[in-house]
């Protein structure tokens, strides 16, 4: 028996925010789910006290956005029952109180993103994004202001810097609060957080930085009261809990360890703390073990509430002495529970979702070799060096945690073993760990990924002959570097990857378009160096075939970037093959591209390990001598 592609398309992905709301009846849950049955649409879901679930989303709405392209918080449940979300097809705001969503905003190019309800304030906030320009809005939730179709208008609450996330308006009402950043400064690198008086007409007068700078991320901050701020920010190098007055004179730490209380913040809305009273609930750990956990900010106590999860999603709610989170193990997916804060019982509130046999799921082991952080997981029935694949993240700043993946397992489950590397530059692990790919990226990443790789040659575990890499995004740019700059695999499969550091810089969309300044160097002075890490300009020196799987409508990352590196390979007698899927984006949400990917990949691996591979359809590899 074995994992099939279909498992894995049925349980990809999880819930992405979730919201717990105190109702007379008790707390009520709202989550999105992903429904790759569905076209790959996220359904908002209300769990009702009791366990009922009912969509809060009719069919065919799917409630994403494409904030920065990766997109931000994109829904909240209203007092009543309601709901406001972004719809992903025109990417307006909307409410739906039952029957048909009505537009809240204009037809027209911009986004929006990181919904937000102000407390005693009938408007939603939101980041709005057009041609790269971003403020933040508010927007009437009485509906449209002349007709189903029109929208109605949206009022500026501030205008700062390039990049805007976490508005948050203090109890009173008289403050509100912003994280930003601006150009060449990635939101983990270095943010603002801002603080301006809100005037009656409800737009933000001057502000002032209270907290964060260009070598300080603060990557969260709620109002403790109308004078203070938790905010989730590193100036020790690692992601803390700490007080800021308003005036910006910084308080306590209240979490002096060295554990991250955040995570970089990819979609802005992401939260690793909820207020709960007089206490906060807290997401916190490393990427080998995340945790939940229960802050008396006037004791420190921090008692954890998590139960055997290694893993929790960033994201958290509280309300009415309870918490919403997502968690996962390595045995058990990403679901939505509900925690008791004082019991500490963990309830789940969505679907359950078919498993297979636990003696088809790999067990997983966290280890260090040389330095490099990695989680191993074992081939199922075979014993001594077995042939195995480097799974690389994304990101670069992202970073694997443990837990269920049936992705693994699909392969893991037939006799290929898996390691997820962590490489330097991963996030996780404090800053500093982060930084060990400034400047270094096609360098560090490819080396921490051979380190891997030849660590477990070396424990008897892994085959030297037979070690593959794969990745998707700027995992796929590891992947094809690790091709052309090293010789220790026999073959890569990218995904949606980065050929051409340059090029991809010129190419790409705002959020990213000055990443490369701290991960490779700033253009044109450090041209060099795009030059020499350019696996498109290398493609001659590949130590074996490449599979490349790419969305054709993927504004992260364009096409091109996979058909310019599989015609060098070509021109170079290098085997390749190059798979295209319309109407994905940057990553997969269609049930039938995820069977199909995966398929092609497990043919990949069968030719270039050689085994037989029946169960899928052959895999034509271009190219060769």
């Known amino acids: 028996m074995s994992i099939e592609a279909i498992d894995v398309a049925r349980t990809d992905g999880g819930p992405q925010w979730v919201e717990a709301v105190a109702t007379p009846a008790g707390v009520e849950v709202w989550w999105d789910e992903p429904r790759p049955h569905e076209g790959g649409r996220r359904c908002v879901v209300r769990g009702l006290p009791g366990g009922g679930r ?27 029952g309601g709901l406001v979300f972004t719809n992903w097809a025109d990417q307006r705001v909307y409410r ?84 930003g950043w601006d150009h060449p400064d990635m939101p983990w690198d270095g943010t603002e957080l801002c603080v301006a008086p809100l005037g009656d007409d409800g737009v933000a007068g001057p502000y002032t930085v209270v907290a964060g700078g260009r070598e300080e991320s603060v990557v969260q901050a709620e109002w403790r009261d109308d004078d203070t701020l938790y905010a989730v920010t590193d100036p020790t190098g690692w992601w803390n809990v700490h007080e800021i007055g308003r005036d910006g004179v910084r308080g306590r730490n209240l979490t002096p360890m060295e554990l991250e209380f955040g995570n970089a913040p990819w ?31 006037a004791t420190g106590e921090l008692r954890e509430i998590g139960g055997e999860a290694t893993h929790w999603a960033s ?37 359950p979702r078919p498993l297979p046999d636990r003696a088809l799921l790999p067990e997983p082991e966290s280890m260090t070799i040389e330095g ?81 790789a030849r660590g477990l040659v070396e424990l008897g575990r892994a ?84 599979l490349m799987l790419h ?19 070509d021109r170079h007698g290098k085997r390749w093959a190059l798979l295209t899927f319309p109407g994905e984006q940057h990553g997969w949400r269609r049930e039938e591209t995820i069977v199909a990917a995966l398929e092609a990949e497990l043919a990949f691996y069968g030719q270039l390990f050689g085994f037989e591979t029946p169960e899928v359809a052959p895999l034509k590899l271009e190219g060769g001598k």
């Open 315 to 351: 994201t958290v709610s509280a309300a009415g002495g309870k918490a919403a989170a997502v968690p996962a193990t390595p045995f058990s997916p990403l679901e939505v529970v509900l925690a008791d804060l004082d019991g500490g019982g963990l309830e789940t509130v969505s679907a």
């Open 54 to 80: 009912a969509d809060a989303l009719p069919g065919g709405w799917n409630a994403r956005n494409r904030l920065v392209e990766y997109g931000g918080r994109s829904w909240r449940p209203l007092p009543g």
């Open 551 to 569: 969305g054709l409508e993927d504004a992260i990352v364009d096409v091109s970037q996979a058909e310019r590196f599989v015609a060098e390979l």
């Open 96 to 179: 739906v109180d039952g029957g048909d969503p009505v537009p809240l905003t204009p037809e027209g190019p911009a986004r929006y993103g990181d919904l937000y309800l102000p407390p005693g304030r009938a408007e939603v906030w939101a980041v709005r994004e057009t041609d790269d320009v971003r403020d933040l809005v508010a927007i009437s939730l009485s509906g449209p202001l002349s007709g189903p179709l029109s929208g109605g208008e949206v009022r500026v609450v501030a205008k700062a810097q390039h990049f805007l996330m976490n508005p948050r308006l203090s109890p009173g009402g008289g403050h509100v609060a912003w994280i």
């Open 267 to 297: 979609k802005p809305g992401m939260t690793w703390l909820a207020l709960a009273g007089d206490r906060l609930v807290l997401v916190y750990g490393t990427a080998d073990r995340r945790r939940l956990g229960v802050l008396d900010p």
């Open 372 to 452: 490099v952080h990695a989680h191993v997981y074992p081939p199922l029935g075979v014993q001594g060096p077995a042939p195995y694949v480097i799974f690389v993240h994304g990101g670069p700043t992202g970073s694997s945690p443990v837990m269920l993946d049936l992705e693994i397992a699909y392969f893991t489950s037939r006799g290929l073993g898996v390691a997820e590397v962590n490489y330097g530059g991963s996030a996780g692990y404090g800053r500093a760990y982060r930084e060990r790919l400034r400047h270094q990226w096609g360098v560090v990443d490819v080396q921490d990924c051979a380190k891997v």
């Open 463 to 546: 085959d030297a002959a037979r070690i593959a890499i794969r990745g998707g995004s700027a995992g796929g740019w590891t992947t094809v570097a690790a091709l052309v700059h090293s010789d220790v695999f026999a073959g890569g499969v990218a995904q949606y990857a980065i050929t051409d550091p340059e090029s991809w810089a010129a190419e790409t969309h705002d959020f990213e378009s000055r990443y490369l300044d701290g991960l490779i160097g700033p253009l044109p002075e450090t041209r060099q160096r795009y030059t020499d890490r350019s696996p498109l300009l290398h493609a001659h020196r590949a130590s074996g075939p490449c």
